[in-house]
C-alpha cells in the first residue's frame, strides 16, 4: 500500500532577523590612531558581525581608492569591511559626472594617489600642482628642493600656462581638495592662483582687477572655477598624544592668504567654495543611504520583509564633526540618529563637548555595548 505522501512544504529558511538599529563609526580616533587599530575596535565589530547589526564606516579621510582603504582596514581590524559598508571624505566626489570630461585640478594626498582616485572614479583631465611645479619650477620658488620627487610621478600638462596664447591655455573648469595637502606652500599658490586668474586660465589675474573704480581693493572675482574641500575638519587624531591639523588648517591658511590679498568677506570677496564630510548634511544623507543599502544587502532576497531602520548611533571622537554632525542630521526616513562620544581621539576626557552627545564612553567597544544595552 502506498502511504499517503506528506507533501512537504518547500521549507523556505525565515529571513535573517536584521536588528532595526545600526551602527556609523568614525575611523581616526575610534577605531584607528594613524597606522594602529585601537584597542577593542575589532572586538566591536566582530561582534556587530556576528549579531547582523549592520554598520558603516564614516570617516572624513580618504586619499586612497575606496577598495584599496577597506582592504587596508579588513586587514588592521580583523573583520571582513566591502566598499558597500565605507564612505570617505572623496567618496560624494565619484558622482559628480558634470565634471568628468573637463580640466580639474586635484590637490593633496600621497604623491598623485589621489589623482589616481579620480581618474578611477571616471575624471578624464586630472592636473596636480606636482604637475605644474615640474613644468614651470619657477611657479613656486621654495619647493625647488622638492622637483626631482615631484618629478617622479608628475604628468605632462594638458596646456601652457602661457596666457599670451588664450587657445592653448590650461583652464580649470574646479578644483577639488582631495585630502591633506602635503605641501601647503605649492598647493596654496597654485589654487590661489586659479582662484585670482580670469575664468580658471592659469596665468591670468581676473581682469576687473585693479579697477580703482571697484570699492574692494580693485578686486573682483572673474569666472572662477567652483572649489571643493573633502573634510572640514580643523584637528583630528593622528599618533602623536595631541590633536594635528587637518584638511579644515589648511583651508583656513588659505582663506588667510585670500583675505590679506583681497580684502575677503569684509569687502565682499569671501572665497567662494563648498565644504563637504562630517558634520555637513549631505555627507549624512549619503552615508544614511549607503546604510540602508548595505542592510539590505545583508539579508539577500528578504529585504521585502525588513522593517524600517528606526536609529543610527553615530559613534565618534570629534565633537565639531561626529557630533554635532549626528545631532543635526535630520533624516528623511524618519530615523533617528544618535551620538556617542569616545575618549580615545580628539575629545579630552572630562572637558565638556561645545556639542552635547547622548553619551560619552572610554572606547568604541563601551559605545557598542552601551547602545545594545539601549535596544534590549
Ligand atoms: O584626515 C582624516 C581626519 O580629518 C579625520 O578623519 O576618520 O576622524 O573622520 P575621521
Ligand atoms: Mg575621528
Redesign the pocket.
Same mark, same amino acid.
Given at each position: 500500500t502506498s502511504f499517503p505522501t506528506q507533501r512537504r512544504f518547500l521549507q523556505t529558511s525565515p529571513p535573517p532577523r536584521v536588528p532595526e538599529f545600526a551602527f556609523a563609526f +568614525?575611523? +581616526?580616533?575610534?577605531?584607528?590612531r594613524s597606522s594602529d587599530a585601537l584597542p577593542r575596535a575589532s572586538q566591536a565589530l566582530s561582534y556587530l558581525q556576528s549579531q547582523k547589526i549592520p554598520f558603516i564606516?564614516?570617516?572624513?579621510?580618504?586619499?586612497k581608492h575606496e577598495a584599496e582603504r577597506v582592504a587596508d582596514l579588513t586587514k588592521k581590524l580583523d573583520v571582513p569591511i566591502s566598499t558597500s559598508m565605507f564612505v570617505?571624505?572623496h567618496t560624494p566626489f565619484a558622482d559628480m559626472e558634470e565634471f568628468k570630461d573637463k580640466t580639474v585640478m586635484v590637490v593633496g594626498g600621497v604623491e598623485d594617489k589621489c589623482r589616481i582616485v579620480a581618474e578611477k572614479y571616471g575624471f578624464k583631465s586630472v592636473v596636480t600642482p606636482g604637475d605644474i611645479l615640474s613644468a614651470y619650477p619657477e611657479i613656486w620658488p621654495f619647493s625647488q628642493q622638492l622637483l626631482s620627487y615631484y618629478q617622479t610621478f608628475s604628468r605632462p600638462l594638458p596646456a601652457n600656462i602661457n596666457p599670451a596664447s588664450p587657445s592653448t591655455s590650461l583652464k580649470f573648469d574646479a578644483v577639488f581638495v582631495y585630502? +591633506?595637502p602635503r605641501d601647503w606652500g605649492l598647493d596654496m599658490q597654485i589654487m590661489l592662483d586659479v582662484m585670482l586668474s580670469k575664468q580658471g586660465i592659469m596665468g591670468t589675474y581676473s581682469e576687473k582687477n585693479g579697477q580703482a573704480s571697484l570699492p574692494n581693493k580693485g578686486f573682483q572675482q572673474d569666472g572662477q572655477p567652483p572649489l571643493y574641500f573633502s573634510?572640514p575638519?580643523l584637528?583630528?587624531?593622528?599618533k602623536y598624544h595631541l590633536p594635528r591639523l587637518?584638511?579644515?588648517g589648511f583651508r583656513e591658511a588659505l582663506e588667510g592668504v585670500w583675505t590679506a590679498l583681497t580684502g575677503g568677506e569684509k569687502e565682499g570677496v569671501e572665497l567662494k567654495k563648498t565644504v563637504m564630510?562630517?558634520p555637513h548634511r549631505p555627507t549624512y544623507e549619503f552615508a544614511e543611504n549607503r546604510l540602508i543599502a548595505h542592510r539590505k544587502h545583508l539579508v539577500g532576497q528578504h529585504h521585502a520583509q525588513l522593517g524600517s531602520l528606526k536609529r543610527v548611533y553615530m559613534v565618534? +571622537?570629534?565633537p565639531e564633526?561626529?557630533i554635532l554632525g549626528g545631532n543635526s542630521f535630520k533624516s528623511t526616513h524618519g530615523t533617528d540618529w544618535a551620538s556617542i562620544l569616545v575618549e580615545t581621539?580628539?575629545y579630552v576626557a572630562g572637558t565638556t563637548p561645545n556639542h552635547p552627545p547622548r553619551m560619552i564612553v572610554k572606547d568604541v567597544w563601551d559605545a557598542v555595548s552601551w547602545a545594545v544595552a539601549q535596544e534590549g
Open positions: +568614525d575611523i +581616526d580616533g575610534v577605531l584607528v564606516l564614516l570617516t572624513n579621510g580618504g586619499g570617505q571624505s585630502n +591633506d573634510n575638519d584637528l583630528w587624531a593622528a587637518g584638511q579644515g564630510g562630517k565618534g +571622537d570629534n564633526s561626529d581621539g580628539v
